[in-house]
């Protein structure tokens, strides 16, 4: 399904002549492809939409990333490029949830592990990616887990 989506927006992208969409997805179908091949390597079927959304998540942080670092080193226009290819990459992600949201999956989370302590994080973490992938920010969702199993 997401594959369809960028293919489609690469023709579109092309009929448009609108060069930075264009090259921002052809190198978002070369990274799906590369992770496809990896994964065959592996024995493992082609990805599925949520590992892909965990795949643009990836992409997404990368690029972050470098906005921060292009800002430091006095490049605007190349974090300008980078804000750009992030918008263009989170489109293809669901609508983020909000801190309280995120707040309450956790809650839910622990209550479905039944979790007591810190040695239960990776199962509460395991659930919400089940459920939630492409949806929160897992590093920011891992420190809120830490917190409320914590105190």
């Given amino acids: 399904m997401l594959r369809d989506d960028i293919n ?9 002549k609108a060069e930075l969409k264009l090259s921002t997805l052809r190198m978002v179908n070369s990274t799906i492809k590369n ?15 949520a590992d892909l959304l965990a795949l643009f998540q990836k992409m997404i942080k990368q690029r972050q990333e470098s906005v921060e670092l292009y800002d430091k080193g006095g490049r605007a226009e190349l974090a300008a490029q980078e804000r750009e290819e992030i918008a263009i990459i989170s489109a293809y992600l669901p609508k983020q949830m909000s801190d309280d949201e995120v707040k309450a999956a956790i809650s839910a989370a622990i209550a479905e592990t039944g979790a007591a302590g810190m040695k ?3 199962k509460v973490i395991g659930v919400l990616r ?3 992938a492409g949806q929160m920010d897992f590093g920011k969702a891992s420190g809120m887990v830490k917190a409320a199993l914590a105190g």
């Fill in 8 to 16: 489609n927006a690469v023709k579109d992208a092309m009929k448009a």
């Fill in 35 to 49: 992770a496809d091949i990896a994964a065959r390597g592996e024995g493992k079927p082609p990805l599925s939409d």
């Fill in 120 to 122: 239960d994080m990776g």
């Fill in 130 to 132: 089940a459920k939630f």
